[in-house]
């Protein structure tokens, strides 16, 4: 069964600074995705930056970079210049083949704190 | 275009009532997925329905839930005789096709059980 495991229940960083929050996974999969979700206290859950592990380019969006290490079965993500508004729950999440395992398997989370 | 909406965003029940957590997917979307959040953790995936189907059910407890997504109205997330355990933030996300990689999510909904 896939799992992922998300080692960093709680990270701090100074704002304007870059931080880095960890992600390992399991499968025996070779083609999957892997999601960076942010649940803000709103409770939404926002969709952060996404990979396909068939890409070997690491994904970007503005300052979310995530370093992705397949045969690690590693998932990082990157915040870079962070900002107050950063501050939330980080989720990583693993989806399975297209068409086949559509469920999202969840890490348990990373508490990311922006100190001004 | 509105996207996921769940209501309500808080639900309180005493043990033993009936809670029904409601559901309407973004517009085009007839897939609907339900999570349970418990805290401090992440979602756990319970079911997974279209448009009048259970497609998978393999996570939801046995007794007590039940789910349905009719043709017209939004997914209901039905639980039967709560208990303090039942207590979590209910997450529903839909998407326009099963291949989808991306499920949107709505806000949850807040069940405390007193």
């Known amino acids: 069964a896939q799992t992922v495991t998300q080692s960093q229940p709680e990270m701090s960083v100074q704002e304007a600074e870059t931080v880095t929050l960890s992600c390992t996974y399991d499968t025996s999969e070779s083609d999957y995705y892997l999601f960076w979700y942010k649940q803000p206290p709103s409770r939404q859950m926002i969709l952060v930056i996404r990979q396909e592990a068939y890409k070997q380019q690491n994904a970007t969006e503005n300052r979310f970079s995530v370093n992705f290490q397949k045969a690690a079965k590693s998932f990082s993500l990157k915040i870079s210049d962070s900002q107050l508004g950063d501050a939330a729950m980080y989720f990583c999440a693993y989806r399975g083949p297209m068409d086949s395992n559509y469920q999202l398997i969840w890490g348990a989370g990373t508490k990311l704190i922006i100190k001004p | 275009n509105a996207g996921v909406m769940q209501n309500p965003r808080h639900l309180v029940r005493r043990r033993g009532q009936e809670a029904r957590l409601r559901c309407s997917p973004m517009k085009g979307h007839s897939h609907v997925y339900w999570y349970r959040q418990l805290p401090e953790e992440g979602l756990k995936f319970m079911v997974y329905?279209?448009?009048?189907?259970?497609?998978?059910e393999s996570g939801m407890p046995k007794e007590r839930f039940s789910a349905e997504f009719p043709k017209e109205g939004p997914s209901i997330l039905r639980i039967q005789q709560v208990v303090r355990g039942d207590s979590a933030a209910y997450f529903c996300?839909?998407?326009?096709?099963?291949?989808?990689?991306?499920?949107?999510f709505g806000q949850g909904t807040r069940l405390t059980v007193v």
């Open positions: 996300a839909s998407s326009p096709w099963r291949s989808n990689t991306e499920a949107f």
């Open positions: 329905l279209q448009k009048e189907n259970i497609i998978d």
